[in-house]
C-alpha cells in the first residue's frame, strides 16, 4: 500500500520530536496499522536558526503554502505556534482537503469555532490529542471513550510550568522569581513565560475541553483566568498549615442549573485530594461523569517526546480517516448547557490573607464586615507578628458568591488598619454544585 | 437516520446498567453522534431470576440464537459471563457479520487467538473496552493513543475486590477472612470470589493488555500468577515498618533482551509510589512508552455505571464501524516481541518471612544459605519473640532470579530451626530491566 505523505508545519522542539520518533517508530507503526508514513515537505520559518536537530535540507521550505499545494501530502501536521500564520495555514489546507493535526491550543481557543465550522462543511477531521496535556490522551478520552457522559466536572493541573513552579514554592520555600529562574534554568519555562504563568496556556487547553464536554466554543472573554505570579510564599506556607496545597487548577464545572463555569486560578485543594500530590511538570485530569463516575489521567503534559507520541496518536487516527472517510470523528457541536454562568455568580469557598496592625480590635471590624456580607468564617490564623506594627491575618472564609467576597474584602481594604492589598484566593474542595 | 438496533446478551448488573444507560443518555449520544441506539433483543438465561431491573418483556428472548437471526440488530453486546456460550454466540455473531462488544475477559484471554482470527477474516470489529478496568478507557489508550509507543512496562491494580480487601487489612490491621466477609457485605465481593481472590481475574486483563502492547496472546501457562488468599496481617504489617504497602500487582513487562514477561502476584510496593495510594476497589494503571514517558489511569475497575460507561462508548465506536467500515480499527497482531520470559529466569527482589526458632544462630544459618546461592540481603526485621520459642524473622532479598531465590527458600525450608512454609513474595522497585 502506498505510504502516507505527512508536511510538517514548524520544526521546533516537538516538530523535531515528531520526526525522530516516525523515523525511530516507523517499522512498530507499520506492523501495528498496515501503512508507512513518510514526512514529505518541512516547512520552516527560519532556515537558517541553529536547530537541536537539522531537517533533511531537501525537505525544507520556507513557505508552508508547498504544503497546501504538493498533492501528495495527506497530512499536515501544524507545530508552528503563533496563531495568525496557523489560522490562513488551517483554511487553505481545509480548503484542499489535506487532513490536520495540531498541538496549538491557542489557535483552538481562540478560532475553534470557525476552524470546525469549516472544517465540517468540507469534512475534513481534525485532530488536536497534543494540543492538551501532551502525553495523557485527555481528548480522545472525552470525545470517544466517555461520550455517554454528562461532565459534571473536570479539573485539571494543565500547566506544567506553573505548577513545576508552585512545587518548588512549597517544597523549597523557595519565592516565585527563584523558582522560575530554576524552572528556566531546568528548561521547564520559556524565556518568556508570560503565557504559562498568567494562566491562559491553561484557559486555552480548559476552553478546548470544555468544547468537548459542553459542546460548545466559549470565548476567552467568559472564562476567568487568574496566574500564580502573585502568589507568595506566605501564601503557600498559611495554605500548609490549613491543610491546603496551592494549585493553578483547571475547573470546568456544570451546574444544576445547567449553566457551566469556567475558571482557571491558583487555587488551595485539600492536602489529600489526590490532584494535590501532582508536582512538578506533570499535569493531571480528572473527571467527573455521570455514568462512568471518577477518573483520573496523570502523566508529562509536554515536552517534546510525550506531546510527539499524541501526534503520532493523531496520525494514526488520520491514516485510518484517509482509508475509510467519516465525518469529523463523529462528534458533534452538540451545545448542552451552552449558557455560560456569570463569573460574579458563581460559589467558592476563600482563602483571605490581610497584612494589618497588629492590634486589639483588628479581627472585630474585619469580622463585622464579613458578617455584614453574610459570609462565614471557617478558620483564622493570626501569627505572632514579627514586625512591631504589622502582622498577617489569614481567613478561611465559607462558600460566598464571587461577587459578595470581592466586595466585602474591597470594603475591607479600605480599613486604616489594614495595609496593603488583601490577597482573595478560591479553596476548591471537589464537590458537587 | 436510521436507528442503531442492539441485541443485549446477559441482563445482569451490567447488562441492565448499559440498558438503563441508554434510556438516560440516549439522547447526549444522539446529540454527540447524530445516531440513535435501540435494544431491540435481550437474551436471558433465566428469565424468572428476580433481578433489580426488569427487561422489558416483549424484548426477552431466553436463546440468544435469536440475536443473531434478527436482521434489525447490527450490534451484539455480550454480557452473559462464562466462556463456553459466549465463545458459541461470537462464532455465530461473526459469521452472521454482527458487531460485538463484550467486557468478558475470561473468553477473549482464553480464546482470544481464534476470536480474532475470525473477525479478522470476516472484518468484523469487536470493541472489549469495559474487560478491563472498567470505567479507564485503557484499551483505547493502548491502541489508540500510544500507539506509536514500544512498550516498556505496564504495571495495573486490576481487581477491585483484592484491592479493596488488601486495603483493609492494611488500614484497619483486620485478617484476610474478615476483609473478604466485609468486601461481600458491601457487595465488593461475589459470593464465589475465587477468580478475583486467586490472582485470575487479573490474570485474564493483563493477558488482554500484553496482546495489545506486544501484538500476540499468551497462553495461560505464560503468566505467573499468585492470588492474595495466604498474605497475612503479618506480611502486611513487616512490609509497612519496611516501607511498602502489598498490592497485587500485574506487572506486564518487556526486558532488553526482547522477551516479555507477565505476571500477577502480591507484590511489595514502596509506600512512595503512585500505585500505593490506590485504595479500596480503584483501580490505577501506570504505562511507561518508549516516546510518552510514563503515564497513569485511576479509576473505578468494575461496578455497574464504570462499565456500563466504556461499553457506551464502544457503541459510540461500533456505530462509526458501521457507518464507514475499516479493517478491526486498523489495530492488528504485529506480535513484538513475540518470546515470553521463562519464569524462573525473571529477575526480582523479594520479601521473605520465616517463622523460626528464637535461639542464637538461627540467622547465620539462613544466611549462609543465601550466600551459596550469592542472594544479597538488604534488610532484617526480627520482632522480640512474643512466643517463648518462635518467633518471626524478615529478610528483604536483593535482585534474584525466580529459580535462585525458591531454590534457597526450599533449602531454608528443610533447616530444623525453620518451622512451617516460608513466605516469599516479589518486591516491585519499577526500575527498568
Known sequence: MESIGIGLAGFGTVGA??????????????????????????ALRHPVKKRPIAAPEELVTTDWR????????????????????????????IAAKKILITANKALLAEHGVEIFQLAEAANVPIFYEA???????????????FVGNHFESIHGIL????????????????????????????GFAESDPTLDINGWDAAHKAIILASLAYGFWLNLTDIQVGGIENISSLDIQFARELGYTIKLLASIRSHLDEKIEVSVRPTLIPQ?????????????ILIRGDVVGESLFYGRGAGQDP?????LGDLAEAAHALASPRTLSGFKPHN??????????????????????????????????????????????????????????????????????????????????????????????????
Chains 1, 2 share one sequence.
Open 17 to 42: 520530536g515528531v520526526f525522530q520518533a516516525l523515523q525511530r517508530n516507523g517499522e512498530l507503526l507499520y506492523r501495528r496499522l498496515g501503512r508507512r508514513f513518510e514526512v514529505r515537505r518541512i
Open 66 to 93: 508547498d504544503l497546501i499545494t504538493d498533492p501528495s501530502i495527506h497530512i499536515i501536521v501544524e507545530l508552528m505556534g503563533g496563531t495568525d500564520e496557523p489560522l490562513a495555514l488551517f483554511r487553505s489546507a
Open 131 to 145: 494540543a492538551v496535556a501532551g502525553g495523557i490522551p485527555i481528548i480522545k478520552s472525552l470525545r470517544e471513550a
Open 159 to 186: 500547566n506544567g510550568t506553573s505548577n513545576y513552579i508552585l512545587t518548588r514554592m512549597t517544597e523549597s520555600a523557595m519565592d516565585f522569581q527563584a523558582a522560575l529562574q530554576e524552572a528556566q534554568i531546568q
Open 272 to 284: 489529600s485530594h489526590v490532584l494535590a500530590s501532582v508536582n512538578g511538570v506533570f499535569n493531571a
Open 307 to 311: 506531546t510527539a507520541s499524541s501526534v
Open 336 to 433: 448542552l448547557r451552552g449558557q455560560v454562568k456569570e463569573a460574579s455568580s458563581c460559589i467558592s469557598s476563600f482563602y483571605l490573607r490581610l497584612d494589618v496592625d497588629d492590634r486589639p480590635g483588628v479581627l472585630a471590624q474585619i469580622a463585622s464586615i464579613l458578617a455584614d456580607a453574610e459570609i462565614g468564617i471557617s478558620s483564622v490564623i493570626q501569627p505572632e507578628g514579627k514586625n512591631m506594627h504589622h502582622t498577617s491575618l489569614v481567613l478561611m472564609l465559607h462558600d460566598a458568591s464571587a461577587r459578595a467576597a470581592s466586595e466585602a474584602v474591597a470594603r475591607i481594604g479600605t480599613l486604616p488598619c489594614v495595609k496593603g492589598k488583601p490577597v482573595l484566593l478560591h479553596v476548591e474542595h471537589f464537590e458537587m454544585k
